[in-house]
């Protein structure tokens, strides 16, 4: 619930910069998609009730980066199909988010526009920012990501990335580091960090990162 | 059963790059109105994207970009959101009636958008 907190202040910051009404009812599309597909995914799977937060979370961050309603729809229940059925024993296999975004996007010919993180630039918006970064608390100290997150951030700032990229310090804070489908140990985080720096420089439609992130959760599965 | 879901993991990611490769074929640019060589090209960005779309200039060439969107842009390398191919064509925002430009001193075609609307593509081909 930390992180639903903190993605709805970021998404919260993004409703007030453009001010347009229609991003409310996104959102809520993509929450009633997320929350809806997974009680009903869970339900076929015999699966008893359960409190959807990690639906709220994929919800929120579908919601902020892409816009099309139909592109939001459609993300929104490939993240549960990869959540609910794309699994191994207790554990899903690619992060939900990541799967629906870049399925969806690939399915419907669209790129993910990352809109909701794009904007809080420093020189500009810092305040936004600072609010942009409240999810590295929660990644690096309570899920203990910080591996990944530091493997990641030095090899692609090598590559020539900028630091203070909201989508990529975004990417890094919260996609990047979902507990359930990276690794525990300290030593196989660097290594998955430093692998999914090293996919990203693929040219991969529609998203480099999304794809290096799905190909690294599927390199690194361990049940 | 653990094998059948993995290989059902790797069939779905297979469908997914096979679609990709034809799906990210038929989102490139069709043909647009271009600027060729030209000794000030320009372009700008306006509500609809860039335009002209395209221009073709020679190496040594200053292109200028002038933003009458409305609103806040960037130009960026491509890739979304890493801007990775390209890292000089990273010029940064800027708001209405401001510019930005690069001078492109290598051949080569260089692929931009603009990051807070990565709808919004363009490309500079230069020739030698």
């Given at each position: 619930m930390q992180m639903v907190a903190a993605l709805a202040a970021i998404w919260l910051a993004s409703f007030f910069h453009t001010g347009e009404i229609k991003l409310l009812l996104a959102l809520l599309l993509s929450l009633a998609a997320t929350i809806g597909s997974d009680f009903l995914f869970a339900r076929l799977r015999g699966k008893p009730f359960f409190f959807p937060s990690a639906a709220m979370v994929s919800g929120i961050i579908i919601a902020l980066l892409?816009?099309?309603?139909?592109q939001i729809f459609l993300t929104g229940l490939l993240a549960m199909l990869a959540k609910n059925f794309l699994r191994v024993g207790d554990r899903h296999i690619f992060n939900p988010a990541a799967f629906g975004l870049l399925a969806g996007g690939i399915i419907l010919g669209q790129n993910i526009s990352w809109w909701g993180v794009s904007w809080q630039?420093?020189?500009?918006?810092?305040?936004?920012?600072?609010?942009?970064?409240?999810?590295?608390l929660i990644s690096a100290l309570r899920m203990r990501r910080y591996f990944i997150q530091l493997a990641f951030l030095s090899l692609i700032i090598l590559f020539g990335a900028s630091l203070l990229d909201p989508a990529l310090l975004f990417f890094v804070a919260v996609l990047l580091p979902e507990p359930m489908t990276t690794p525990a140990k300290p030593i196989v985080q660097l290594a998955f960090g430093v692998i999914v720096a090293l996919l990203s420089l693929i040219p991969y439609f529609p998203d480099p990162l999304l794809f290096a992130l799905l190909a690294s959760n599927m390199l690194f599965f361990k049940r | 059963m653990n094998t059948k879901v993995i290989l059902g993991g790797v069939?779905?990611?297979?469908?997914?790059?096979?679609?990709?490769?034809?799906?990210?074929?038929?989102?490139?640019?069709?043909?647009?109105?271009?600027?060729?060589?030209?000794?000030?090209?320009?372009?700008?960005?306006?509500?609809?994207?860039?335009?002209?779309?395209?221009?073709?200039?020679?190496?040594?060439?200053?292109?200028?970009?002038?933003?009458?969107?409305?609103?806040?842009?960037?130009?960026?390398s491509v890739n979304h959101p890493t801007h990775l191919a390209y890292s000089p064509l990273n010029l940064g925002s800027f708001g209405g009636g401001e510019t930005l430009s690069l001078v492109f001193d290598r051949p080569g075609t260089y692929k931009y958008h603009n990051h807070l609307n990565a709808s919004q593509t363009g490309v500079v081909v230069v020739d030698q």
């Open positions: 892409v816009s099309p309603w139909y630039q420093l020189t500009n918006y810092p305040l936004a920012l600072f609010i942009l970064l409240i999810p590295f | 069939a779905v990611l297979a469908v997914i790059g096979v679609g990709a490769v034809f799906l990210g074929r038929s989102s490139q640019p069709t043909s647009q109105p271009t600027q060729s060589e030209s000794s000030t090209p320009a372009v700008v960005l306006t509500a609809s994207g860039f335009a002209p779309q395209s221009v073709t200039v020679a190496v040594g060439t200053k292109v200028t970009w002038t933003n009458n969107s409305g609103a806040t842009a960037t130009v960026n």
